[in-house]
């Protein structure tokens, strides 16, 4: 018969075992390449497909971002930024800015009641139909992002309910017109006022955010970068209440590029901690003199070497699967 102390022994061992394996699948875990389509904005073409292609051997930017303004009589903006994204065989991701006409009193100040009012109904119309000739491929449409930063643009204003309003508007006219390609992306800071802005389950397919680390924004006030795990718990009241598929649509990082090296790197393993991440957008430019903040113009932009780390380190997904393959089985997976 085994003795009282030979049995505690075994439940010891049984029980620093399991603990061994509960801490190995962590590692494990931890460890587990980000399962996620990486996208770029990259107006200077550091991303450019023949380097990229060059380096990895097969297609690893995946979503190409646009920041396209809507204009009153043409959407020739927008049709070459849907043809270069699909020459360099990436899903358009295009962030559709609409700044006011400013005449006929059509304001900064009105933007959103005349969007409601059907006067840009015209410029409306025709962005959708633009958007329509490139179906059946999807097309991910980020209308008035970061709408919550109010006096950042003029869709971002106090008045939550004159955005949502304006959201929903454009939503439907994209339905009478009969346009179902459009995957829709709302997109704010993700900032803690976000959840006043949320427009609805029904017009909504992905849930984006903004991550950008730099000393002055990091969320504990230290003078140091915030790790892209501490940005994401910051920013999780704007992407978690909704339980839809997240795009982190602009990533930047400002710093010498030995940090940002090492910041992506480590961001890269970090993803792996939120499954329901399904993009990641780098930004690659130096803060718009159109868009000024009280830091000044931080440069967000990488050299060739930070551009060629970011490919080498990202995982391969599923290379024999296009794009759109991609994407249609990440997000069936996120949601």
Same mark, same amino acid.
């Given at each position: 018969?085994?003795?009282?102390?030979?049995?505690?022994?075994?439940q010891i061992k049984w029980f620093a075992l399991a603990?061994?394996?509960?801490?190995?699948?962590?590692?494990?875990?931890?460890?587990?390449?980000?399962?996620?389509?990486?996208?770029?904005?990259?107006?200077?073409?550091?991303?450019?497909?023949?380097?990229?292609?060059?380096?990895?051997?097969?297609?690893?930017?995946?979503?190409?971002?646009?920041?396209?303004?809507?204009?009153?009589?043409?959407?020739?903006?927008?049709?070459?930024?849907?043809?270069?994204?699909?020459?360099?065989?990436?899903?358009?991701?295009?962030?559709?800015?609409?700044?006011?006409?400013?005449?006929?009193?059509?304001?900064?100040?009105?933007?959103?009641?005349?969007?409601?009012?059907?006067?840009?109904?015209?410029?409306?119309?025709?962005?959708?139909?633009?958007?329509?000739?490139?179906?059946?491929?999807p097309i991910l449409l980020r209308w008035g992002h970061?709408?919550?930063? *109010? %006096?950042?643009?003029?869709?971002?204003?106090?008045?939550?309910?004159?955005?949502?309003? /304006?959201? #929903?508007? $454009?939503?439907?006219?994209?339905?009478?017109?009969?346009?179902?390609?459009?995957?829709?992306?709302?997109?704010?800071?993700?900032?803690?006022?976000?959840?006043?802005?949320?427009?609805?389950?029904?017009v909504v397919d992905i849930v984006g955010i903004s991550?950008?680390?730099?000393?002055?924004?990091?969320?504990?006030?230290?003078?140091?970068?915030?790790?892209?795990?501490?940005?994401?718990?910051?920013?999780?009241?704007?992407?978690?209440?909704?339980?839809?598929?997240?795009?982190?649509?602009? *990533? %930047?990082?400002?710093?010498?590029?030995?940090?940002?090296?090492?910041?992506?790197?480590? /961001?890269? #393993?970090? $993803?792996?901690?939120?499954?329901?991440?399904?993009?990641?957008?780098?930004?690659?430019?130096?803060?718009?003199?159109?868009?000024?903040?009280?830091?000044?113009?931080?440069?967000?932009?990488?050299?060739?070497?930070?551009?060629?780390?970011?490919?080498?380190?990202?995982?391969?997904?599923?290379?024999?699967?296009?794009?759109?393959?991609?994407?249609?089985?990440?997000?069936?997976?996120?949601?």
């Amino acid at each position: 018969m085994m003795s009282l102390s030979a049995k505690w022994s075994k439940q010891i061992k049984w029980f620093a075992l399991a603990i061994a394996v509960i801490i190995l699948v962590i590692m494990l875990y931890s460890s587990r390449p980000a399962q996620a389509l990486l996208g770029v904005y990259d107006p200077s073409q550091t991303f450019k497909p023949q380097t990229v292609q060059s380096i990895a051997q097969s297609p690893v930017v995946t979503l190409e971002h646009h920041f396209v303004t809507w204009r009153l009589d043409n959407a020739i903006e927008l049709r070459q930024a849907l043809k270069q994204a699909q020459d360099n065989q990436r899903i358009a991701m295009i962030s559709l800015e609409s700044w006011p006409w400013n005449w006929n009193k059509m304001t900064d100040a009105t933007l959103l009641q005349d969007i409601v009012a059907g006067r840009y109904d015209a410029t409306i119309d025709r962005c959708f139909k633009t958007i329509q000739i490139h179906s059946p491929k999807p097309i991910l449409l980020r209308w008035g992002h970061e709408m919550e930063m *109010v %006096g950042q643009y003029p869709w971002s204003v106090a008045n939550a309910k004159a955005y949502i309003a /304006a959201y #929903r508007y $454009l939503f439907d006219r994209a339905k009478q017109l009969g346009v179902n390609n459009i995957l829709w992306v709302w997109s704010p800071a993700g900032n803690a006022n976000a959840v006043e802005y949320w427009p609805g389950n029904d017009v909504v397919d992905i849930v984006g955010i903004s991550i950008y680390a730099t000393p002055e924004w990091h969320p504990d006030g230290a003078q140091t970068l915030p790790s892209f795990t501490r940005l994401m718990q910051q920013k999780a009241r704007a992407f978690k209440p909704w339980g839809k598929p997240v795009l982190i649509a602009e *990533v %930047g990082v400002n710093a010498s590029p030995q940090q940002q090296q090492q910041w992506l790197t480590q /961001a890269i #393993r970090e $993803l792996a901690q939120f499954p329901q991440v399904f993009g990641w957008v780098y930004f690659n430019q130096i803060q718009p003199d159109i868009v000024p903040l009280t830091i000044d113009r931080p440069d967000w932009s990488l050299d060739q070497d930070s551009a060629n780390l970011l490919i080498q380190r990202w995982p391969k997904l599923h290379p024999e699967l296009s794009s759109y393959e991609k994407l249609e089985r990440l997000l069936s997976r996120t949601s």
